[in-house]
T-cell receptor, first 115, second 114 residues
Framework: GAVVSQHPSRVICKSGTSVKIECRSLDFQATTMFWYRQFPKQSLMLMATSNEGSKATYEQGVEKDKFLINHASLTLSTLTVTSAHPEDSSFYIC???????????FGSGTRLTVV | QKEVEQDPGPLSVPEGAIVSLNCTYSNSAFQYFMWYRQYSRKGPELLMYTYSSGNKEDGRFTAQVDKSSKYISLFIRDSQPSDSATYLCAMSLVLTGGGNKLTFGTGTQLKVEL
């Protein structure tokens, strides 16, 4: 089945530093990957759609200069949280569309804590 | 008003009970309806998906869609402690292209007790 690997699973960083999160499709090629953010007891909020070889499409209200997305290959998308602040602390999840018609496979998520 | 409404729970049931989880939505253009299960600190995993109205059954799980009422349900029969998780409904306009992004409910936290 389609597997999406996301690293790191959890990261603690100091305020003002940048953090990179990787999302890899292990057994399939993903031309499109999605990045979500989830606060406790809240829904997954789509941040951006990452397209291989082109610029990401950001949802309204998401700062593209703060959340840098790079999708340089068919199996890897990265999300970099730049100049992180405590309010950026959240659970970030990526997903990619696999082989099945509705195969939105999700990564295991990254718990980011900014101190 | 949110596009997708889902009671966050928590919902606590005894082992073996039938669980009913529901979502309502406002956008009548949604055509694809999904249920995801999310364990604590993990990414969601797809349980079931349905196109348009109707029922779909897979083992102990049954998904129902009533587009006329903009209401979807997930039933879990013979619930087990291992079913304890957060269940998220999600829906999309189309499968591919620009309208295929998923809109999620907030998730319902389910606890199945021994």
């Amino acid at each position: 089945g389609a597997v999406v690997s996301q690293h790191p699973s959890r990261v603690i960083c100091k305020s003002g530093t940048s953090v990179k999160i990787e999302c890899r499709s292990l057994d399939f090629q993903a031309t499109t990957m999605f990045w979500y953010r989830q606060f406790p007891k809240q829904s997954l909020m789509l941040m951006a759609t990452s397209n291989e070889g082109s610029k990401a499409t950001y949802e309204q209200g998401v700062e593209k200069d703060k959340f840098l997305i790079n999708h340089a290959s068919l199996t890897l998308s990265t999300l970099t949280v730049t100049s992180a602040h405590p309010e950026d602390s959240s659970f970030y999840i990526c997903s990619a569309r696999g082989h099945r018609a509705m195969g939105y496979t999700f990564g295991s998520g990254t718990r980011l804590t900014v101190v | 008003q949110k596009e997708v409404e889902q009671d966050p729970g928590p919902l606590s049931v005894p082992e073996g009970a039938i669980v009913s989880l529901n979502c309502t939505y406002s956008n009548s253009a949604f055509q694809y309806f999904m249920w995801y299960r999310q364990y604590s600190r993990k990414g969601p995993e797809l349980l079931m998906y349905t196109y348009s109205s109707g029922n779909k059954e897979d083992g102990r799980f049954t998904a129902q869609v009533d587009k006329s009422s903009k209401y979807i349900s997930l039933f879990i029969r013979d619930s087990q402690p291992s079913d304890s998780a957060t269940y998220l409904c999600a829906m999309s306009l189309v499968l591919t292209g620009g309208g295929n992004k998923l809109t999620f409910g907030t998730g319902t936290q389910l606890k199945v007790e021994l």
